[in-house]
Nanobody
Framework: VQLQASGGGLVQAGDSLSLSCAAS????????MSWFRQAPGKEREFVSA????????FYTGSVKGRFTASKDNAKNTIYLQMNNLRPEDTAVYYC???????????????????WGQGTLVTVSS
């Protein structure tokens, strides 16, 4: 299984950035697919997740209204469109996948079997 995250970069506050996570060895249709982020010196934080077989993601409160997750089953890829970025959004962004995880554990990094390598997003003020 491979999750290949890409799209990070250096932007200014208020800018937008789009991340991708291409999966191989699994079908994103049949897995819980999530985005996490980890800021320097902080714990890994849940950002958004798709339930298995669902096209409607849910989000953590701090990104609601600014971030939009999407999924393309045909391309076996998930995306994270990030708008109105803030300096506090600076982090390494990871995609994660798990087939068996239950809903109450979606925000727990230790509950996921598969992780991408992460892509760095830096937002300057």
């Amino acid at each position: 299984v491979q999750l290949q995250a890409s799209g990070g970069g250096l932007v200014q506050a208020g800018d937008s950035l789009s991340l991708s996570c291409a999966a191989s060895g699994i079908s994103v249709r049949n897995y819980v697919m999530s985005w996490f982020r980890q800021a320097p010196g902080k714990e890994r934080e849940f950002v958004s997740a798709f339930n298995r077989g669902d096209m409607n993601p849910f989000y953590t409160g701090s990104v609601k209204g600014r971030f939009t997750a999407s999924k393309d089953n045909a391309k076996n890829t998930i995306y994270l469109q990030m708008n109105n970025l803030r300096p506090e959004d600076t982090a390494v962004y990871y995609c994660a996948a798990d087939r068996q995880i239950i809903r109450s554990s979606y925000s727990r990094p230790d509950a996921y079997d598969y992780w991408g390598q992460g892509t760095l997003v830096t937002v300057s003020s």
